[in-house]
């Protein structure tokens, strides 16, 4: 895993050499047939390409960057790792934060934080 191909905690590999490759514009059938089983990688597991474009239906792109955002919009929070995790400051006075998780799910009172 180069720093090259990581992007929000999702690592593209060698995909992300061959989308920049692609001649663009193209389309979502064109990228699948073509890339479909490749892999990207995240903190929580993988998913293929198939797996995180076919569910967008029929897409035209006109740059890697867009094929890129796609991935990323489709792969969740599974990339994010620890949600709500800041080691950089304590709430402001007023603030209230979250303790963990997204909003609406509970939060375990017994649950240990690391």
């Given amino acids: 895993m180069t720093d090259d191909d990581t ?3 999702v ?3 060698e995909l992300n050499d061959q989308i920049e490759n692609h001649e663009y514009p193209t389309d ?3 990228l699948l047939d073509e890339y479909g089983d490749e892999t990207v990688t995240f903190s929580e597991g993988e998913a293929t390409v198939r797996e995180l474009l076919e569910p967008m239906g029929e897409q035209e792109f006109a740059n890697a960057e867009e094929v890129r955002q796609s991935l990323l919009n489709m792969v969740g929070d599974e990339a994010i790792g620890r949600k709500n ?3 950089r400051t304590p709430p402001a006075p007023g ?3 979250q303790d963990e998780g997204a909003p ?5 009172e017994d649950q240990e934080s690391f």
């Fill in 7 to 9: 992007e929000m905690g």
């Fill in 11 to 13: 690592d593209f590999g």
């Fill in 28 to 30: 979502s059938e064109v």
């Fill in 85 to 87: 995790y800041s080691d």
């Fill in 95 to 97: 603030e209230d934060r």
């Fill in 104 to 108: 609406g799910q509970d939060v375990s």
